[in-house]
């Protein structure tokens, strides 16, 4: 016989609930997951760095070489202004690409450290025996990062690769538009001056881009196991 027009259908039947041990063996898959895929990505940013710094040495030592060869003369100066230039866009890619590292980094201790939540959920015994952190909040991340005790923002900030690129390529600015001003023949205060504001300047921005990004990921992001207020 057919259905009445308008007649509810059957309602499909429930998913079955999985035991704590298939659970556990998921949340352990996934958590290998994230390891193997943030080691990869550590390595590899550790590789750009190196080939960045092996490149930055071989055309300054390049820039010395023809120096002497030429007796520092205008082809010289029109010759170390295109390695600086050069030495300037590869720096700036490098630190583009250890910027999304450090954010990737994040993503990945947020992820690892929602799923230990998980694991304290199907055995909330085991949450003493963790040092990493179990919660997906500010908090949580930096217990991850340094499980040991409290340690300062300003310390993990500037031991960061981050950090160190910034600083190599503010320098970088600065030899690079103190070279350029001194081939327009300014003196040496002036251009000297200009150099010095020009590195900060792109510190300070560089810093500001860091920033906004780390704040967006937990802006974008709420924690669902977030850390407990202390009483």
Known sequence: MS?????????????PELS???????LATEHWSLLASRSTTQGEVLTRISMFLTFTSASLLSVALVGN?????????????TILCI??????????????????DLMYVIAMNRL????????PGMARYLMAAYHDDLAGS???YYFLGPRSSLSQLAG??????ITANSALMALWSGSALLAMGLPIPVFVSIAVFVALAFFTGSMLVGKRAYDQAYKNNPPISPTPRKA
């Open 3 to 15: 259905e009445e027009p308008g007649a509810a259908g059957p309602e499909p039947p429930p998913t």
């Open 20 to 26: 704590p041990s298939v659970r556990a063996q998921l």
């Open 69 to 81: 060869a030429t007796q520092f003369s205008d082809a010289f100066r029109a010759f170390a202004l």
């Open 87 to 104: 030495d300037v866009m590869v720096g700036f890619l490098t630190q583009v690409r250890v910027l999304n590292v450090g954010m990737e």
């Open 116 to 123: 230990r939540a998980a694991y304290v959920e199907l055995d």
């Open 142 to 144: 930096d217990q991850t």
């Open 160 to 165: 960061s690769s981050m950090i160190f690129m």
